[in-house]
């Protein structure tokens, strides 16, 4: 069955520091791949998807992700993180008619 | 263009009463979803349709029913609420299967 694990509950990381959110998945073929953003009272707003091609993902608020088919991975990074990006963050796989959500990482930023 | 949009924002029912979360979106999109996400957990998907007037269950359908007469709208119904049904509830539409998933801001409900 498809699933999507974010190993990490909370991750809290400092200000200008970077920062790195891991999600695995698995799923029988090429899959569609997804980081999605929750701000607290908030919906879910996606930031990056990946389809296909390059593997290697830009998304908005300068996030990336990468897709790496050998390890069923598509973690998601930011070079330097700004206290607006305390969130939770989800990772979703595309399947059939639905996607399926990972439980989510719960990002803190000291200042 | 609003995008999703859901009313109410917050309700608060007694158990054993009922209602209807609203949800409208405004891209033309076929696929349409309610989920429900429990404090500090991820989402579970309730019902989901593929287009007017289909409908089909999600990983937790119970206490909840859908219905889906036109593109724009598909509204979740809660009959007999009880307190495991306290959650806040989210739409999403979509253009097809597998595609990205556009979110409403949720109806927070509390059930007492």
């Known amino acids: 069955a498809q699933s999507v694990t974010q190993p990490d509950i909370h991750i809290t990381v400092s200000e200008g520091a970077s920062l790195e959110l891991r999600c695995n998945y698995s799923?029988?073929?090429?899959?569609?791949l997804f980081w999605y953003v929750q701000s607290p009272g908030q919906g879910l707003q996606l930031l990056l998807k990946?389809?296909?091609?390059?593997?290697l993902v830009q998304g908005i608020k300068g996030f990336e992700a990468e897709f790496k088919r050998s390890q069923s991975s598509f973690n998601l990074r930011k070079p330097s993180v700004h206290w607006s990006d305390a969130a939770e963050y989800f990772c979703a796989v595309g399947s059939y008619n639905k996607l399926i959500f990972g439980a989510g990482t719960r990002l803190a930023v000291h200042p | 263009n609003a995008g999703v949009t859901q009313t109410p924002k917050f309700r608060i029912l007694k158990i054993g009463q009922s209602m209807t979360l609203q949800c409208t979106q405004d891209m033309n999109h076929n696929y349409m979803y309610w989920y429900r996400q429990d404090p500090g957990m991820g989402l579970k998907l309730i019902y989901y349709?593929?287009?007017?007037?289909i409908t089909d269950k999600g990983e937790v359908p119970n206490g909840y029913n859908v219905s889906r007469s036109t593109t724009e709208d598909f509204p979740l119904r809660l009959e007999l609420a009880a307190p495991s049904q306290t959650s806040v509830y989210f739409c999403a539409s979509s253009w097809g299967t597998g595609a990205e998933q556009y979110f409403g801001p949720g109806t927070r409900l509390t059930v007492t």
């Open positions: 990946y389809f296909s091609g390059d593997t």
């Open positions: 799923y029988g073929a090429t899959p569609y």
């Open positions: 349709s593929v287009g007017a007037g």
